[in-house]
């Protein structure tokens, strides 16, 4: 599978989103990491693979405490590429409009009853 493939695959789970926006606002350790969350630890270390495996967050150990991080380059990329399709679609939808406000105002009425 592809890298892109892989993070979309990993952001496909709720709660790998949601570990994500937590470590978005800091090092977190496991056990921090799973407090929220009514799933076992092992469940939640499952999740932390999946999302290091990705690339999206790194691991380490500090003595007994297993530290998370999130990384930036897989989001980064994953950004890019809906990046290229928000510009497409906000430049299509602007060109609807400009064709929309050109029709005359009796036409613009008669398609809204309809």
């Known amino acids: 599978?592809?890298?892109?493939?892989?993070?979309?695959?990993?952001?496909a789970d709720p709660t790998r989103r949601a570990i994500l926006a937590r470590l978005a606002q800091g090092?977190?350790?496991?056990?921090?990491?799973?407090?929220?969350?009514e799933i076992s630890l092992p469940?939640?270390?499952?999740?932390?693979?999946?999302?290091?495996?990705a690339g999206l967050i790194a691991r380490?150990?500090?003595?007994?405490?297993r530290r998370c991080r999130i990384t930036g380059t897989p989001l980064?990329?994953?950004?890019?590429?809906l990046e290229r399709y928000?510009?497409?679609?906000?430049?299509?939808?602007d060109r609807l409009t400009e064709l929309l406000e050109t029709l005359p105002a009796a036409k613009r009425k008669n398609r809204r009853k309809a």
């Open 1 to 11: 599978m592809d890298r892109l493939s892989t993070t979309f695959a990993a952001l």
């Open 27 to 37: 090092d977190s350790t496991v056990g921090e990491l799973a407090q929220p969350f």
């Open 60 to 65: 380490s150990v500090d003595a007994q405490w």
């Open 43 to 53: 469940a939640i270390s499952r999740h932390l693979r999946v999302l290091e495996e």
């Open 76 to 81: 980064r990329e994953a950004n890019e590429f």
């Open 86 to 93: 928000r510009r497409y679609w906000e430049e299509s939808l």
